[in-house]
């Protein structure tokens, strides 16, 4: 069974940071791209950022470049994302998802339940 | 960035009869078009990719058209587990960008 399990979120204060984990299993971990998508309380879905199967291609929502960092243990299939200076703004149910290619975009076809992130004083 | 508007944000259709739930992208995004269903307190769920292609496992009351800047996800004979939040998402070009939803409701 493909499975995707994020862990990580909290609750940490403004500026703070926290390093977001997703274990997967089921798959070649390796030959999937994978994303980040967060959702805010009561809001839509927003993409966060993607890195490509090997981990040599990222990309980042312009919301959250220059703060945080994706990236993947292919020998552990897990997917990491590093925030820093985080802001309010940041709270939400932080998703990870696989991709259906290794390199080019594409939809996403399996998701993890999510962690939540809260970013409070 | 392309900015993907869903319409309407809210749709009341008994259970037994047909909704229909538009997407419309800024610029054209072929049919690199996927909806999603997520239901409350639920991860996102792939219905359909293309814009036209059912995922695994969902059933054929789900229909997805359109292409270019349109784009339609029907379904048939609605069943009470469809009741839910409906996204589409292009992925022609980056960044990924979702609509803003529609919640499909119980009339």
Known sequence: ??????????????????????????????????????????????????????????????????????SRDNSKNTLYLQMNSLRAEDTAVYYCAKDRYTISPSYMDVWGKGTTVTVSS | EIVMTQSPVTLSVSPGERATLSCRASQSVSSNLAWYQQKPGQAPRLLIYGASTRATGIPGRFT???SGTEFTLTISSLQSEDFAVYYCQQYNNWPYTFGQGTKLEIK
């Open chain 1, 1 to 70: 069974e493909v499975q995707l399990v994020e862990s990580g979120g909290g609750l940490v204060q403004p500026g703070g940071s926290l390093r977001l984990s997703c274990a997967a299993s089921g798959f070649t971990f390796s030959s999937y791209a994978m994303s980040w998508v967060r959702q805010a309380p009561g809001k839509g879905l927003e993409w966060v950022s993607r890195i490509s199967g090997s981990g040599g291609s990222t990309y980042y929502a312009d919301s959250v470049k220059g703060r945080f960092t994706i």
């Open chain 2, 64 to 66: 997805g058209s359109g």
